[in-house]
């Protein structure tokens, strides 16, 4: 509640010049997950609570199409979600590689860090990886759960290199407003850590911790998300970093017929 009551204080940061009109307003007409392709991008304001001050900034998930040689020297299509960020937030987690089924159903396969991959499954079986979010959303009325070891491999083997644990929960459905329009949105709450023992000479051990709740659009995918995060790889000084962020602006297209008429 404090980290909203401060998004609140500070709104002026995110106001844009015609920030008096009425935004536009998307209703649920279908509930499946968009299929991401590569170059789809999704943009975010975040403002940023850490050792009691404030920050703002832009954080920015991007879709890039990529093919990956699997545990079992096949060859697997993926979607790898890049993360960048301008201003002064910090957000640092491992990079997911995801593959997508034909109704939406977005399944987690992988970890990019350090330039090794970090594979959930270490044998191709017919059904590779865990799913994250199943589609259609309005299915998902429990609770994923995944608890998985990572394994990274080279030409002749696949060894033990940390886990990964998701927690998913539906909490319904919610009319929310961002900066760049208001949706009536899925709200999860999500638990999701990852703990890498990285391949080097250093033997590094990477722990990454995101926990807080995330607002989907299906046509659009997340357009909200209130997380606390935690990484090894941020400053000892920081520690724990609390993060709201909406939506700004996306290449992604939003159907007419999704918009709410008067």
């Known amino acids: 509640m404090k980290l909203i009551r401060l998004f609140i204080i500070t709104t002026t940061v995110f106001l844009t010049a015609c920030?008096?009109?009425?935004?536009?307003?998307?209703?649920?007409?279908?509930?499946?997950l968009h299929q991401y392709e590569g170059g789809d991008k999704l943009n975010y304001n975040v403002l940023s609570l850490l050792n009691n001050a404030e920050f703002t900034g832009i954080l920015s998930y991007n879709f890039e199409s990529t093919t990956l040689l699997t545990p079992n020297n096949n060859t697997l299509d993926t979607l790898l979600r890049k993360t960048e960020v301008i201003g002064d937030i910090n957000f640092i987690f491992a990079t997911p590689y995801f593959t997508q089924s034909?109704?939406?159903?977005?399944?987690?396969?992988?970890?990019?860090?350090?330039?090794?991959?970090?594979?959930?499954?270490?044998?191709?079986?017919?059904?590779?990886?865990?799913?994250?979010?199943?589609?259609p959303l309005s299915d998902l009325t429990g609770q994923i759960t995944i608890n998985q070891i990572l394994h990274a491999c080279d030409n002749s083997s696949c060894d033990e290199s940390g886990s990964t644990n998701i927690r998913l929960t539906a909490l319904g459905v919610e009319t929310i407003e961002t900066e760049y329009a208001k949706f009536d949105a899925y709200k999860f709450a999500l638990e999701w850590t990852a703990d890498i023992h990285v391949n080097d000479e250093t033997a590094t051990i990477k722990n990454y911790s995101l926990i807080g709740?995330?607002?989907?659009?299906?046509?659009?995918?997340?357009?909200?998300?209130?997380?606390?995060?935690?990484?090894?790889?941020?400053?000892?000084?920081?520690?724990?970093n609390s993060l709201f962020g909406t939506l700004s602006n996306t290449n992604i297209n939003i159907p007419a017929t999704n918009k709410k008429t008067p």
């Open 19 to 32: 920030a008096s009109s009425e935004k536009p307003h998307y209703i649920l007409t279908d509930s499946e």
């Open 102 to 135: 034909e109704n939406g159903d977005l399944t987690l396969q992988a970890y990019s860090e350090s330039g090794q991959t970090y594979w959930i499954a270490e044998n191709d079986d017919s059904e590779t990886g865990e799913i994250f979010y199943t589609s």
């Open 213 to 240: 709740f995330q607002w989907l659009y299906p046509a659009l995918g997340m357009v909200k998300f209130d997380y606390t995060l935690d990484s090894s790889s941020l400053n000892t000084q920081f520690g724990s």
